[in-house]
Structures are given as C-alpha cells and as structure tokens.
C-alpha cells in the first residue's frame, strides 16, 4: 500500500475506489480489531511524521547553504544539493521530490500573495485619493466609478476588490470617531469661553468688579480735611495741658494738706 498509493495528505475518498474490491479490504471489514478505516489513520500519521522529519532537514541544509527554493528552481539542482550532506542524501527520491515540490508550491503562494498584497496596496491608494469615497459610501456606489481602473483590473477577484473597499471605508470611520472626539473638548470650551463672554457675563463680571474696588476707590478719593487736622491737634494739646495743670494743682493740694498737718501738731 505504500508503493505510491497512499502517501501524506491523502483522502480516505481517493483511497477507497482503489481498494474496496481487494480481497484483504473485503476480508478486514467486519472483523475485529482496527476497521480499515482506523488502519488508514494509523498509517497516514506515521507517513506524515516522516515527511515532517525528513523536510526538515532539507530546509537546515538550505540555511546552512544559503540556497533559497524559488518557482524558477529545478529539481536536478535542488537534489544535487541535497547529496552533499548526509542528512538529506539518504532520502528516498520519491520523497525528496514530493518535499521539493512542497517548498516550491510554498514559494509560489508567498509570491502570489506578495504581488496580490501589491495589487491590494495600489488599489487602496486609488480609492483613499477619490474624493468621492466617503465613510459614508457603499461600494455599489464606488465600483461603477473604478471598473475601468488598471488598479480594479490587477486584483483577479472580485472578493478581493471589495476587502480593499471595505479596509479603506473602515479607516476612514475611524478617523471620522477620532476627529469627533476630539473636537467635542473643544467645542465644549469653546462653549464656555463664549458664555463667559456674553453681553450679560461681561455686565455681571464689570459690576463685580466695580462693586469690590469702590470702598477702595472712595477711600483714595476722598479729599484730605487739613482744617480738621489742626482742630483734632490743637483740642489734643488744651486735653494734655489741662491734665497737666490738673496733676500740679493736685500736687499743691496735697502739699498744703501735708504743710497744714504739721503746723496743727506743732501747736500743741
């Protein structure tokens, strides 16, 4: 069953037609053990084990190599290659091949992909520079408009086309939620900025104002009484000289009690 029959990767469905009329298929079906079907699984997980070990020596020996496996590659080159190292020179043929047309359908997708990622980035540039793309529009609307393009011609499906569409109408939501939110700060300041300058605040804030610094204000301009200042001194000094001359006539009084007191207690 191994001879090129069942190899890794294969279907149970591609197997089946060749091999439901073997006698040792009819002889294994209904017996006990492992169904036909299980021994299938078994032997295709070994073979796969074996294609992984084996592949990956080859993909060692191309880094030790510095040998890159392209579309263009051959396989006369390739196994050339391989027989220099002992690791990969011992490697059925049937298999090396099957692992080189591996690395090379590998190769080839990485291409396509590569140049279908070009296509894609050239496309989406035409669609960002159309002003009539908005984050708004269907692509119903834009397809009309680019059908004719080389860029809408490049990408072969139209599954392709419209993930390019649908990218670029994303971002442009994204940038529209971004500019919202940052203009709803400043929209909100700039309310308030324009409250606070309105006719009525300005009155109100004025009045504030004029109604805080007017005892300030009366206080500096009120005009200086001299007339008064020199009335306030002069009764200043009368109240310090009549308390003076009130303190020595109090004085004198005391004396002449004093002096009075002595000549009594010198009569007797």
Do not use: C
């Not at 059908?147 to 419209?162: M, Q, T, Y």
């Not at 200043?236 to 009549?242: G, V």
């Amino acid at each position: 069953m191994r001879n090129g029959i069942i190899i890794e990767g294969v279907k149970w469905k591609e197997i089946f037609p060749l091999i439901k009329d073997d006698e040792r298929f009819l002889n294994s079906v209904g017996q006990a053990g492992s169904t036909p079907l299980e021994l299938f699984w078994d032997l295709l997980e070994s073979l796969e084990t074996e294609f992984r070990l084996k592949r990956d020596y080859v993909l060692d020996v191309l880094e030790d190599k510095r040998f890159e496996v392209t579309e263009s590659t051959k396989y006369d080159e390739f196994k050339a290659l391989m027989s220099t190292d002992p690791r990969t020179s011992v490697i059925p043929n049937d298999l090396l091949e099957r692992i080189f047309q591996n690395l090379v359908n590998k190769a080839r997708r990485y291409a396509s992909s590569k140049q279908s990622r070009k296509h894609g980035d050239a496309f989406r540039s035409l669609l960002r520079h159309m002003p009539e793309v908005a984050y708004d529009s269907s692509w119903e609307e834009i397809r009309p408009l680019v059908v004719g393009k080389e860029e809408f011609k490049a990408l072969e499906s139209e599954e392709e086309r419209r993930i390019v569409f649908d990218k670029v109408i994303r971002r442009l939501q994204e940038k529209r939620d971004e500019e919202k939110r940052y203009r709803e700060p400043e929209e909100s300041a700039s309310r308030r900025r324009d409250r606070d300058d309105s006719p009525r605040q300005r009155d109100s804030k004025s009045r504030r104002r004029y109604e805080d610094d007017e005892p300030k204000s009366r206080e500096r301009s009120r005009p200086r009484d001299h007339s008064r200042d020199r009335h306030d001194r002069d009764y200043r000094d009368r109240r310090d000289d009549e308390a003076r001359r009130g303190r020595g006539s109090k004085r004198r009084s005391e004396d002449d009690l004093r002096l009075g007191d002595r000549k009594v207690g010198s009569s007797f």
